[in-house]
């Protein structure tokens, strides 16, 4: 009898690359793979990977070096490493001469492909570089077996690449241009998804705001792809993830505030607070523009959840550019935000730029910065006590149901006072707020 393999996958970065790994998954398992349980139990390790900031790829880089012994020890371990620090000029050939045991290399943009090229190295033993540069790159996603990590939870990607070229991000080299799924793919895709009973379904791209397509010959704009989504029937909740600000119009929050299946949740990253940061950032909005829209979703969607993203040490911020953002953070109030300070990143105009702000500037920003928005997230969730929110229940523990509000907030519910069950979506009221838990009763 043939000897059962196992692969073990680490995935860095956001959510496209857990989604991108769910494919990885799909591909493994219809070879005959089964997921391990540890690294050292696997007979394939996929390393996929993310380069949005140097962190993200000397944490990498050390995972990747700590495979070495593993590999000694087990004859035939094959290492593949993909993603979008693949896909950078020159990296393969840095990982490879780094790291000589890694068996295969392939970039962002070609995971469906992933299973001819296992196959390709299982047939030659040789060392397979299979990154293609963007340019080639064609979508292909139909057909691909995806192994969904949640039952409840799953994405779904409408496009890739980005057009933006914001003047600190590598996203737009590593992913290339803008390309948009075909409407009737998606549809199909999420017509199954429901059938499934999935409950929560993400609709992914780099920028959703700006996708188009068309359908029996008329033009689909994120809005109307949206809106036809939500008339599919069943119970479900319908999310997207990211918008761009200078492209989420009226039309798109028109059409989350009037469908029930639209999660009252918007990510929308500010990056900066200030103009000039803004200008140099490349971001094509201001900040006059970015809290005429705020003002517009909080007046016609009453309950939004708002969470950003935002960069402090922007080459050139100064003292007053950084209080502009405080001063932002505190008017729009959001639920939550990711701040990040800048990274250098190869090959960006902002690498370039003058008055690049020294780490010790940088490290004080963000502390100060995320102990104002803890305070403004405590506050927002205090106040919540009280009210009745409508929540999602995906664990039960012994004692507690765990469940999540639309922007993945724990609500625990004592399971004394309650009985429902996982996968349901219930009413339940907020009784109190309790380190960074609600708690709550149906
Ligand atoms: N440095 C720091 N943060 C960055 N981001 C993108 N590029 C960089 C960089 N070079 C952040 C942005 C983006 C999020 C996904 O990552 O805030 O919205
Ligand atoms: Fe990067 Fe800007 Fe594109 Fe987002 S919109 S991926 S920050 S270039």
Do not use: W
């Not at 990885?24 to 996929?48: H, M, S």
């Amino acid at each position: 009898m043939k000897e059962q393999k196992y692969y073990y996958i680490s995935t860095y970065g956001c959510q496209m690359n857990v989604h991108e790994s769910e494919k990885l998954a799909g591909i493994l398992q219809q070879r005959g793979f089964l997921p391990a349980k540890e690294q050292k139990d696997a007979d394939i390790i996929v390393f996929n990977t993310c380069c949005i900031r140097e962190s993200a790829e000397q944490k990498i880089l050390g995972n990747i070096g700590a495979v070495k012994p593993l590999k000694k020890e087990k004859k035939g371990l094959i290492v593949a490493v993909c993603g979008c620090m693949s896909q950078q000029s020159k990296m393969a050939d840095f990982l490879k001469q780094k790291f000589p045991f890694i068996n295969i290399i392939f970039g962002a943009n070609n995971v469906e492909f992933f299973g001819k090229y296992l196959d390709t190295y299982l047939s030659q033993q040789k060392y397979q570089n299979m990154v293609i540069p963007n340019e080639d790159y064609i979508e292909n996603e139909n057909g691909v077996k995806i192994q969904r990590d949640s039952t409840m939870h799953a994405f779904v990607n409408i496009m890739y690449g980005c057009n933006n070229f914001c003047s600190y991000c590598i996203v737009p080299y590593v992913k290339g241009r803008e390309q948009s799924r075909k409407a009737s793919d998606i549809i199909t895709e999420v017509k199954e998804l429901v059938k499934m009973n999935y409950k929560v379904i993400t609709l992914l791209g780099q920028n959703v705001n700006s996708y188009h397509s068309s359908l029996d010959g008329k033009d689909v704009d994120f809005a109307d792809l949206m809106q036809i989504l939500c008339d599919i029937p069943g119970e479900f909740e319908l999310r997207f993830m990211s918008s761009h600000p200078k492209d989420l119009n009226s039309k798109v929050i028109d059409t989350i505030a009037k469908n029930s299946k639209v999660s009252k949740y918007i990510h929308l990253p500010v990056q900066s607070g200030s103009n000039e940061v803004l200008k140099r950032m490349n971001r094509n909005y201001t900040r006059e523009k970015y809290l005429g829209l705020i003002d517009e979703i909080k007046q016609k969607i009453p309950n939004v959840i708002l969470t950003t993203d935002i960069i402090v040490g922007f080459p050139g911020e100064t003292d007053q550019d950084y209080l502009d953002t405080v001063n932002l953070l505190k008017q729009v109030r959001y639920a939550n935000a990711f701040i990040f300070m800048y990274s250098k990143r190869k090959g960006t105009p902002a690498e370039k730029m003058e008055n690049q702000v020294p780490l010790e500037v940088k490290k004080q920003r963000i502390h100060d910065l995320l102990a104002i928005e803890h305070q403004i997230s405590d506050e927002i969730f205090t106040a919540l006590i009280n009210t009745t929110q409508r929540a999602l229940v995906e664990e039960e523990t012994d004692k507690f149901y765990i469940a999540k509000l639309q922007c993945g907030k724990v609500v625990k519910l004592s399971k004394h006072q309650v009985s429902t069950n996982v996968g349901s979506f219930i009413d339940v009221k907020i009784l109190d707020y309790k380190n960074g838990d609600l708690i709550a009763k149906i």
